[in-house]
Each structure stands twice: as C-alpha cells, then as structure tokens.
C-alpha cells in the first residue's frame, strides 16, 4: 500500500471541502464584515473588558456575564495594527474558517462544510464576526464530533474549552457521561474529576484578583428578564399583548409583562423535563450522541431568557450532520427577519418592537416543531435499526439506501457516501 506524505494528504483533503464551499465562503465572510463594520455590535462592549481588565489594579474589574477565560479571545485583536473592531472580526473570520475546513472525521458527512455556510449566510450572516459565539461555538462543535468518534478524551476536552469561554457548552457533558456509559459499561468517574479542576481554578484565580465574581455569569443569566426573540418572551406577549412594556437591560431589550414568574417556572420546567428526557433516550441508546447533543443544545437554546441571533450558531455545525431541512432554513431566515431588519425598525419608532417579537414568535415556533419532528424521526429510525444511526463510530453503513423524510431539502451534495471516516 501506497503511503501519502502526511503534509500532502492534509492539502488534499482542505482542497476536497474548499471546492465544496468555495463560491459560498467568500460571499458569506464578505457579507457578514460589512455588517460587522457598519451595524452596532457587543464588539464594543468587548473592548470596553479590556480596559476595564487592564486597568491598574490589572484583572480587578472582569466581564459579567462571561467567564474570565474569555478575556483571553478579547485581548488578541489589540494585537493587530488594525481597529479593534477589524481585529476581531479578522479573528472571527479564523474561527469560521477553522470550522468549515479543519474538522476531521466529516468525509463521512459529504455537504456538511456547505450545509453550514448555507446556514450561517441564511440565518447569522448579521452577527457571526461581530459576536463572540463562533469561538465556544467551533469548541462544542469539535467536542461533539470527538464523541462521534469515540474519542472520549478529546469530546471532554473540548467541552471543558467551550465552557471555559462561556457556560452553554457545558450542558453536552451528561450526555456524553451517558453515551460512554452506554457504549462501554462503566461510568467515567475519572473525567468527571478532571473536568472540575479547571474550573476550580478560574473560580480560586478569579477570586483572587477580583473577589466575589466567582459566580458572575451564572448571576447575571439567573437575574436577567425575558429578552423579547426567546420563548420567554414570546409566552409574555402572547399572554398579556396590551400591557407590556419594553426595558434595555441586561446587554438586550426585555419584554416586561404580567405572569412573569409563572412563565419562567413553566419554561424552565419543560426544559429540566426535555434534557432528562433526551438523556434518557441517550442512555437506552435511542439516540445517537450527535442526536443528543444537538437536542439537548436545542432545549438550552430555546428554554434560555434570551434568544439572540447569534445562539443559532451554536445549532448550525450540528444542523449541518443531516441534510437540509426546509423547517430548520426557514427558522434561519425569519431570525434573519427579525434582526436587523424588524429589530432596526422598531428601533427608528421609539424603541417598539412588536413586530420584531411577533415574528420572533413564529420563528420559535417553526423551531419547536421541526426540531421535535426530526427528533422523533431519529429515535424511530434507531428503533428500526437504521443502518445509518447503528453504524460503527466513523463509519456509515456500506450499500444502504438514505430514508427519505419529509420536510428535508434534497441537495446532491448531501447524499450519504459510503467512504468511511
């Protein structure tokens, strides 16, 4: 057998996923640095840390709502000769790019490089080099696709990455416990360990310098109102549509409204009951660990006070594991509607946004729907024994035809192959 210089092999296969991408990357990135440069963004609020941090005495004054780890990705644009915001959306620019094309095991997902930008252009193209998302986002990705493998080491690493640069990844790690479980039979109580020390010491560092921030972002998502796009919201306005009022708190505006506490209970149980449930399907191997991690980041997503636009870039690189679905680009598009377009509008007339919220409804309920109906379709194809959802990790089954569904938009680039990973 032939063997390939490794540094050839490597060019080959980024060469493989650029012509997949490549009319559709440099439009995305173009279009997303304009928006970047000509639209109000938090990139501000990011230099603004900086200061703050760096600011005798240094690291007294760290970020609220994130983890002090992130002032690390904050500080690399004033590195560049550059404006701070360029600087950061060059950085954003690297991010995007490593997740298109340097995710390894994905031959066996042909399309999945362009299923992302297809998503990213239609649903985030307004914020993807101006928030701060893509970075935790590319880590969860890379932590679920090490799962996949069956590389436990590498998917709690990668975890414990994103979570360090921001708390939503965190919420993979029980059902990766689970899936190793199921996979192996035993439970990795070594990893569960080892994970905490990180974290053990950000909070003993973070104390140090600053103390009493330990716990800052945890508070400041816990005392936050309901931003007006998140489900949250939408009960509000639906609920009371006359009364409500309209609050810039918290980095967003907020819908303010009656039954405020009864919506937050409601929601907050039917997400604690939706993870439990996903978990459990996970342990009875009903579902397969992408499956679960795109569920259960779905559930975190959509049970959250806010519901920004960039939260879909959490979603995206998981979205792109199966073909385009009609349900999850019209999700994308309508959040695209709802900002800048609607957001800008209600913006020029004394900062009311009903129709940005009215909309945004429709989009969390477009969401809830497709994403319960794909659910179901992968638990039932494992309980029939798809060939496609049992395969060994990296490896889809050989000479089986792809189950058609309903809702999916059929590309020729999406069809299973059967090269293993």
Not at 336 to 360: I, K, N, R, S, W
Request: hydrophobic share 55%.
């Amino acid at each position: 057998m032939i063997q390939r210089d490794p540094k050839e092999a490597l060019l080959s296969l980024v060469a493989r996923r650029w012509r997949g991408i490549a009319v559709l990357t440099p439009v995305l990135i173009a279009l997303c640095m304009d928006l970047a440069l000509s639209m109000p963004s938090d990139v501000t609020i990011y230099h603004h840390y900086v200061h703050q941090a760096l600011t005798s005495p240094l690291f007294h004054t760290l970020p609220k709502e994130y983890p002090p780890a992130a002032l690390v990705l904050f500080m690399l644009p004033l590195l560049a000769p550059v404006k701070y915001v360029v600087g950061f959306a060059v950085l954003a620019i690297v991010a995007t790019l490593a997740l298109l094309l340097c995710s390894d095991g994905l031959p066996a997902f042909p399309g999945w490089s362009r299923r992302v930008a297809i998503y990213l252009l239609v649903g985030a193209s307004a914020v993807l080099l101006s928030r701060y998302d893509i970075f935790p986002a590319l880590a969860t990705f890379l932590a679920v696709e090490s799962a996949r493998r069956g590389r436990w080491r590498r998917a709690w690493v990668w975890v414990v990455i994103g979570g360090l640069l921001k708390i939503f990844p965190l919420v993979l790690l029980p059902g990766f416990l689970v899936a190793e479980r199921a996979r192996t039979g035993r439970w990795p109580v070594g990893r569960v360990v080892a994970a905490c020390v990180p974290f053990t010491v950000m909070a003993a560092v973070q104390s140090a310098f600053a103390p009493g921030s330990a716990f800052s972002p945890l508070l400041y998502e816990a005392r936050r109102g309901f931003e007006f796009e998140s489900v949250a919201g939408a009960l509000t306005l639906l609920s009371d549509p006359l009364h409500i009022k309209w609050l810039f708190s918290y980095g967003s505006w907020e819908i303010v409204g009656s039954y405020h506490t009864v919506i937050s209970l409601v929601v907050s149980l039917a997400m604690l009951g939706g993870l439990l449930a996903v978990w459990r399907l996970a342990y009875q191997r009903r579902l397969s660990v992408e499956a679960c991690s795109l569920a259960v980041l779905s559930l975190a997503v959509l049970g959250d006070k806010a519901f920004s636009p960039q939260y879909l870039i959490w979603l995206v690189p998981l979205w792109a594991y199966w073909p385009l679905r009609a349900g999850w680009l019209t999700a994308a598009a309508v959040t695209t509607v709802v900002y800048p377009f609607l957001f800008l509008e209600g913006g020029l007339h004394g900062h009311d946004f009903y129709a940005a919220a009215a909309v945004a409804v429709v989009r969390n309920v477009v969401l809830i729907v497709v994403t319960t109906r794909w659910l179901r379709e992968q638990v039932h194809a494992r309980e029939l024994g798809d060939p496609l959802l049992k395969a060994p990790i990296g490896a889809p089954a050989l000479h089986e035809p792809r189950k058609e569904h309903p809702g999916l938009v059929q590309l020729p680039d999406v069809v299973r192959q059967t090269t293993p990973a």
